[in-house]
């Protein structure tokens, strides 16, 4: 299976300042059949449905503020937030959808320091 | 929209079989591809299986094997997980969410359905 590995796992943020979350795979998540990444970034809150922010590394979903941004290709991807707000807390999963089995990561725990 | 709205909470003792599904509307059926995702309390993110709603063809995750079944309705526009043998490590919260290819996995994700298996 594809390991995906977030770090860090616990991330402390000021109100206003800029986060970054790192994920890394342990095969290219290149699907060979079309050249796409399937590279997803989820974010659920506590006690909520995950809500997906980002697919296909960088491509935002619909009413995601654009102050997430994705990037990154082959085995290494990032999560940015340029300006953390307060509803941005939560739990941030990456995931791969190129092999089976889909695997996530652990999750990065993001909480207003 | 599309939504995806799925059963109730269940309660089983172990060694009991459970059915959790999965009504899609606002959007085509067949094509979207279901998974099932669970969430133990406290846990991450663990991916089930999926079933393709046009000829509801499966894939499921290798730990599940042999007491998984994901099947579809397309009269209703319903997708069924089931899983047996339950022990006290399926509770869990399970979500379904739909998949396309080009666009990916879980633009739109069920309510999630709480089980608790305990005697």
């Known amino acids: 299976d594809v390991v995906m590995t977030q770090s860090p796992l616990s991330l402390p943020v000021t109100l206003g300042h800029p986060a970054s979350i790192s994920c890394r795979s342990s095969?290219?998540?290149?699907?060979?059949?079309?050249?796409?990444?399937?590279l997803n970034w989820f974010h659920q809150r506590p006690g909520q449905t995950p809500r997906r922010l980002i697919y296909n590394v960088f491509s935002r979903d619909s009413g995601v503020p654009d102050r997430f941004s994705g990037s990154g290709s082959g085995t290494d991807f990032t999560l940015e937030i340029s300006s953390v707000e307060a509803e941005d807390v939560g739990v941030y999963y990456c995931m791969q959808g190129t092999h089976w089995p889909l695997t996530f990561g652990q999750g990065t725990r993001l909480e207003i320091e | 929209q599309a939504r995806l709205v799925q059963s109730g909470a269940a309660m089983r003792e172990p060694g009991a079989s459970v059915r959790v599904s999965c009504q899609a509307s606002?959007?085509?059926?067949?094509?979207?591809?279901l998974h099932w995702v669970r969430q133990a309390p406290g846990q991450g993110l663990e991916w089930m299986g999926r079933?393709?709603?046009?000829?509801?063809?499966?894939k499921y995750a290798q730990s599940f094997q042999g007491r998984i079944s994901m099947t579809r309705d397309k009269s209703t526009g319903t997708a069924h997980m089931d899983l047996s043998w339950l022990t006290s490590d399926d509770t869990a919260v399970y979500y379904c969410?739909?998949?396309?290819?080009?666009?990916?996995?879980?633009?739109?994700w069920g309510q999630g359905t709480v089980l608790t298996v305990s005697s």
């Open positions: 079933v393709d709603p046009t000829n509801g063809k499966t």
């Open positions: 969410a739909r998949a396309r290819i080009g666009s990916g996995f879980g633009d739109v």
């Open positions: 606002g959007y085509i059926f067949t094509r979207y591809f």
């Open positions: 095969e290219s998540l290149v699907y060979p059949e079309d050249g796409i990444t399937y």
